[in-house]
């Protein structure tokens, strides 16, 4: 697959004929059923089998939509000095997870000439500044010394110590690992650098560009997840499904997929059509063939808050629209019992939620008494926020706790 993903590559950025003919026709999609055709095309004779190859995104937005597409920079946020990089010393895709099967999405490079010179700059600035700190103190010039290669009786670091490093590498790098992100805190201060070079894909730069919403995944630092899984997984969030269920139903429905592939193989091979007798379809995580992976619940939460947090503005605007004629208040004490504690003592005594006549949330905070002094701002505000959206205020006030003034 990694071979015919440079294949497919090196065509794009030759802008082959046959390949964008064949991305308009397929909604800019390379499709795993269009294998044969292809390798015609690329002067192949012998390749695997269709049913190892996945489908693969092409994310090209300045070709696909004219010059409007050009991705912009994270940075400046616009894409008037944009250009093309070239490609990645790793691979030009991401692999995302798929309902069924995993697709890659394909891409390129693109560095903004402004900001790369502002870079550049700054980056040659603080270089002389630290060379002139260290040439002024000496202890701290001989700490920066370049270390002297081992030698014949260092044992300390041996090519056998590379060696077992790298085949440790190898031994971890197909494991199906449940998480494969870094931590939020960590994406946003990397994010936040300001860098020369940026992939198409990149998050702050989909967020400024006018195409984004053909973008066909939802990405994290190092995988990504389709648009429709996506919208699938939260609605069986909300409806009360963990993030271990979610994970076990993908788990049934990509390697169900797979049998049947492998079924249709062993049909193909009795009619004569395919001569592959006596050679057993591939395991699903053989990283050569089949090459199946699988997410466990930890990922499919850390993706279900990463989505929450980037919906968290629009959707606290959307629930101020929302009237009522009615006010259902509770008080939940559970909550603030498995919150953190500090000395064995919860910061919080309960947490309150009102909710209009049809079950939406209109007011949530928490108290640190049972003091009805502390209701009064928040009850101050959303009538503030009626006034101001121009939403009658309640009439009813109903509540399942008696309270006594």
Known sequence: MQLFINRIYDALKKKEPWLRKLLDMNDWWVR?????????????KSHDEIEYYMDINVWEPETRFGVTGTPPCPNCKSSKQVVRKGKDAASPCRRVCGLKRDYYIMGFRYKCNQCSEFVNNKNKSEQANDNNFANNQPEISAFFQQVPPPTANNNNNTDDDDDDDKEN?????????????EPAEEQASASLTV???FKAWNEFSLRQNPFSGHFPAMLTAKAGVNNDLVDMMVSAF????KSEQFANMLKELHTSHKTKLEILRERKIQQGTLKKKGELFSTFNDPSKYNGRLHGGGFFSFVYKRYSANCKAFLGKE????GGTQLNW????KTCKVLSQVEGNSLFKALITATNEFGEIRIQFMTVSDGHDQMVVPL????RTQNLYGL?????FSTSAVFIC
């Open 380 to 383: 101050r505000e959303f009538k």
């Open 392 to 396: 009658p205020l309640p009439a009813h």
């Open 169 to 181: 590498n190898d031994n971890i790098q197909f494991q199906n690992c449940d998480y494969h992100d």
């Open 330 to 333: 509770d008080a939940s004490y």
């Open 32 to 44: 795993a059923s269009c294998i044969p055709f292809i390798m015609t095309e690329l002067g192949w």
């Open 195 to 197: 860098t020369g070079s």
């Open 319 to 322: 629930m101020k629209k929302r």
């Open 238 to 241: 909300d409806s009360g499904m």
